[in-house]
């Protein structure tokens, strides 16, 4: 079936460091892939998004490129801040308004 | 606007209660979805609602789970014989397109 792997971490970096979070897939067909962010306390929220392949999802600061030749969709920001830590969650789906599949989530901790 | 809303946000059970959890999804969605959360894994789809069309109950982990949609709003989830295994946090989102909102979520733990 269709399955999203993504670095799990718990990850710790410090502020304005470089982050890239990982991300593959495994799908029949084409998907519209996503990148959720659970904020400490709050409610699962999307990041961005992106729908076709090499289209590129952005968004405070984050960026993620559709890659269909390598199946991957990494998260990645030029200069993280402590208001960035949060769980972030790779996820897929098939047909736009069908059931996201998630990866595992990663925690990522931004220090100061 | 208002956004989805879940109630109640934590619910603690004996084992062998049933419980009932509920959903308001954004006014307009017409898609509603129930997802489970367990402790340190990643989430897990349970069943999916569009419009009038049969839900996707695929993710049903058995047949103590069952979930109702009424029209295009309220939606509960139920648990029969509640295990404790199923002490999860479980997600309710509702869409329009092809993005998700989701609430935040009912705290389940199961004695």
């Known amino acids: 079936g269709d399955s999203v792997t993504q670095m799990e971490g718990p990850v710790t970096l410090s502020e304005e460091a470089f982050l890239t979070i990982n991300c593959t897939y495994t799908a029949t067909g084409y998907p519209s892939l996503f990148w959720y962010v659970q904020y400490p306390g709050e409610g699962l929220q999307l990041l961005l998004k992106a729908t076709k392949a090499d289209d590129k999802g952005s968004n405070k600061g984050f960026e993620a490129t559709y890659r269909k030749e390598t199946t991957s969709f990494h998260l990645e920001k030029g200069s993280v801040q402590v208001s960035d830590s949060a769980v972030y969650f790779c996820?897929?789906?098939?047909?736009?308004?069908?059931?996201?599949?998630f990866g595992k989530g990663m925690k990522l901790t931004v220090n100061p | 606007g208002a956004g989805v809303s879940q109630s109640p946000s934590n619910k603690v059970t004996e084992k062998g209660k049933d419980v009932e959890l509920r959903c308001d999804p954004i006014s307009g969605h017409t898609a509603l979805y129930w997802y489970r959360q367990r402790l340190g894994q990643g989430l897990e789809f349970l069943i999916y609602f569009q419009g009038n069309s049969a839900p996707d109950k695929s993710g049903l982990p058995s047949d103590r789970f069952s979930a109702e949609r009424t029209g295009e709003s309220v939606s509960t989830l139920t648990i029969q014989r509640t295990q404790q295994e199923d002490s999860a946090v479980y997600l309710c989102a509702s869409a329009y397109t092809d993005t998700q909102y989701f609430g935040p979520g009912t705290r389940l733990t199961v004695l």
């Open positions: 996820a897929l789906s098939m047909s736009g308004s069908e059931k996201l599949v």
